[in-house]
């Protein structure tokens, strides 16, 4: 069974870039056929997913956020990675990695989730 | 951009009784409607993908229906872990979007 979990810090400062890491255990990354995704759940909101990897590397964003992320992978580590660009206290969220193998955005298994706060 | 609407957005409920949670969809997704669950300080948990296909290790008193654009989850009988939060969510189109919530609470 597949599992993963995230790690990042728990606290950026405005305008820097927030990064965490999603390390998949239970499986390979690169075995092809996996949806990787980032979604986020800000304070009293709902669910906003963020953007995945698919397979070795074809990414695909939420066009609200695309001109500030980057997800990429590390196959050595079995790792895929989040980078959000230029944070502000909006991106103050719980942070979620999941995964899933039957369709864009079907999300099957899931990250615990990690605050990720923005603030001076 | 695709818009989902959940109703209601907390539902008073008792153990045992029956229970059904709307959602609708600003446009036709195909039935392609998920619904998850998801505890307080826990990640999202999928129960049903494509409107109506249990996940694996769902219990059976859930379900799930619909088509077009309007579609619904019901619990048979409540259990006492079955009090939570509930989001429904497309996978038809970018960018997966989920309703809003409806939260089930004693």
């Known amino acids: 069974q597949v599992q993963l979990q995230e790690s990042g810090p728990g606290l950026v400062r405005p305008s820097q870039t927030l990064s965490l890491t999603c390390t998949v255990s239970?499986?390979?990354?690169?075995?092809?056929?996996?949806?990787w995704n980032w979604i986020r759940q800000r304070p009293g909101k709902g669910l906003e997913w963020i953007g995945y990897i698919y397979d070795i590397g074809s990414t695909y964003y939420n066009p609200s956020l695309k001109s500030r992320v980057t997800v990429s992978m590390d196959t050595s580590k079995n790792q895929f990675s989040l980078k959000l660009r230029s944070g502000t206290a909006a991106d103050t969220a719980v942070y979620f990695c999941?995964?899933?193998?039957?369709?864009?955005?079907?999300?099957?298994?899931w990250g615990p989730g990690t605050l990720v706060t923005v603030s001076s | 951009d695709m818009q989902m609407t959940q109703s209601p957005s907390s539902l008073p409920a008792s153990v045992g009784d029956r229970v059904t949670i709307t959602c609708r969809a600003s446009?036709?997704?195909?039935?392609?409607l998920n619904w998850y669950q998801q505890k307080p300080g826990k990640a999202p948990k999928l129960l049903i993908f494509?409107?109506?296909n249990l996940q694996s290790g769902v219990p059976s008193r859930f379900s799930g229906s619909g088509s077009g654009t309007e579609f619904t989850l019901t619990i048979s009988s409540l259990q006492p872990e079955d009090f939570a939060t509930y989001y429904c969510q497309q996978s038809y189109i970018t960018p997966g979007t989920f309703g809003q919530g409806t939260k089930l609470e004693i």
């Open positions: 446009q036709i997704i195909n039935n392609y």
């Open positions: 999941a995964g899933g193998a039957r369709r864009a955005y079907l999300f099957d298994f």
């Open positions: 239970g499986g390979s990354i690169s075995s092809g056929g996996y949806y």
């Open positions: 494509s409107t109506s």
